[in-house]
């Protein structure tokens, strides 16, 4: 058919989003009186407005840790850039392998308590504050889908929901030490310790789950044991 349609309806026109199931309905005999072909072919054109594209291509990269030669991808997100895998330098204290097995280490990195966190990232790099975790979650939606696009499509349990990683953040379920020394909730979620306190017990923490995409910040005794994400010095 050659001419613009004007009599059609459902999923068609400014504000439609993307995905599956999408019908558009065509009132054909509004439309004409008469068709002179029994099978009809319709182009259907779509265009972005006010979208932003997230793509890490060609922003990624390593960084060496001269402390122990272990080599890190990194990722630039935005105006940031971040390492693309937790932290995994041994401290002597405050600084744990999920139950205690170095194999835990190679996929989640260290849990640290929170005093060490803030001086554990190497030189040139630092632990996020509140803020610059606020700067990375905005540029990609903000909370309610933030979650999605930084958590890794594999590592997580069932649903894993809303999971793209398409930041190229690949936030992996470290799970935690609590307060009490039990080590929990690997698999399920992910906490990664922020450089903001909030008084000498409590710091904030950005969180993700298993089952749900959002991003969620909680304030959290500094004696848990967390995973540690750097960003890199301005």
């Known amino acids: 058919y050659s001419d613009s349609l004007k009599f059609v309806s459902g999923d068609v026109g400014k504000g439609i989003t993307g995905g599956k199931g999408k019908t558009i309905i065509w009132e054909a005999f509004k439309e004409t009186k008469k068709l002179n072909e029994k099978k009809i072919k319709f182009d259907v054109k779509a265009r972005i407005v006010n979208s932003k594209v997230i793509s890490n291509k060609n922003k990624t990269g390593t960084f060496k840790d001269t402390r ?54 190497p030189s040139g790099w630092h632990l996020p504050s509140d803020a610059e975790w606020t700067i990375l979650t905005t540029y990609l939606g903000g909370k309610s889908a933030g979650g999605g696009k930084l958590k890794s499509t594999i590592g997580w349990n069932n649903p894993n929901s809303g999971a793209t990683n398409e930041s190229g953040f690949t936030a992996l379920p470290g799970g935690c030490r609590n307060d009490n020394g039990l080590f929990v909730e690997k698999g399920k979620f992910g906490s990664w310790w922020s450089s903001t306190g909030l008084n000498s017990t409590y710091a904030r923490c950005l969180n993700l789950g298993y089952d749900n995409s959002s991003v969620n910040r909680f304030y959290y005794n500094k004696a848990f044991g967390f995973s540690v994400r750097c960003l890199r010095n301005f």
């Open 68 to 121: 122990d030669g272990k080599v890190y991808k990194t990722v630039t997100i935005g105006t940031q850039t971040w390492m693309a895998e937790n932290l995994s330098y041994k401290k002597d204290s405050g600084c744990w392998a999920y139950e205690n097995k170095q194999s835990n280490v190679a996929i989640y990195g260290y849990l640290y308590n929170w005093e060490n966190a803030k001086k554990v990232c």
